[in-house]
């Protein structure tokens, strides 16, 4: 068994509303692609930051000649559709983990993993495009990985949401500690933005892994639970 069931199918529920908020979200940030620390900003204050790209609205001053679709209605209504998707899945996760011990015996890393010289061995490991675990499941991560996947699960996914609600109106006007623990709404968006650029590219290097290591054992692990064992050269 590589992959509990549980595991399997919040992977693949994530997975379809990660693509989905990431669409979503980049379409937002075209609508006004400049950023601001505090609580206000618009186009007549001065942007902590501004992407090099077209808006899709005439009144946001890019220096480009010309404004994109707006397409910004279904944008907002699938973000928002796909946020509580994966808000419900992680902590269906989260929960099923906790209670059959998955993250204490697949994902916390040991001790001993934690000697330089073990650690040495994992990087360079990864810089040669070989983490090592063969067989595809949970069991076969290593330190790099672990603390990894522990990272996005208990670190940026809930920041993600976090920053997400600070960003509501409604959610604000009732716990408006939310979002002034970060500073402000704007804060809050400048946030989320990196926290998504961060996901973004654990997602890459996690591609390239599963790519090194087998990509169809691996997905294959990922779907059925099984794969067939690793092939050693005689």
């Not at 290097?205 to 690793?230: D, N, Q, Y």
Request: aromatic fraction near 14%.
């Amino acid at each position: 068994m590589r992959h509990a069931f549980v595991v399997r199918l919040t992977h693949w529920v994530t997975f379809v509303c990660f693509v989905a908020l990431l669409v979503s979200g980049v379409q937002l940030v075209i609508s006004h692609p400049r950023f601001y620390w505090g609580e206000t900003g618009n186009v007549l204050t001065p942007a902590l930051f501004q992407l090099p790209i077209p808006s899709s609205r005439a009144s946001v001053s890019t220096g480009y000649g010309y404004v994109l679709p707006d397409q910004n209605g279904w944008s907002r209504a699938l973000h928002f559709q796909a946020a509580w998707l994966v808000v419900f899945t992680g902590l269906l996760y989260v929960g099923v983990g906790l209670w059959t011990r998955h993250f204490g015996r697949n994902l916390l890393p040991r001790a001993g993993e934690f000697r330089v010289g073990a650690l040495w061995s994992t990087v360079a490991s990864h810089l040669r495009l070989k983490p090592g675990g063969e067989d595809g499941g949970a069991e076969s991560y290593n330190v790099l990985q672990r603390m990894a996947y522990l990272g996005v699960v208990f670190f940026l996914f809930p920041l993600m949401i976090w920053t997400g609600l600070a960003m509501s109106p409604s959610f604000v006007a009732g716990f408006p500690a939310v979002v002034e623990a970060l500073g402000g709404h704007q804060s809050a968006r400048t946030i989320h933005f990196f926290t998504t650029v961060t996901l973004v590219g654990f997602v890459a290097v996690h591609l390239v892994m599963v790519a090194v290591a087998g990509f169809g054992p691996r997905v294959k692990a990922m779907i059925t639970g099984h794969s067939e064992p690793a092939r050693r050269d005689p």
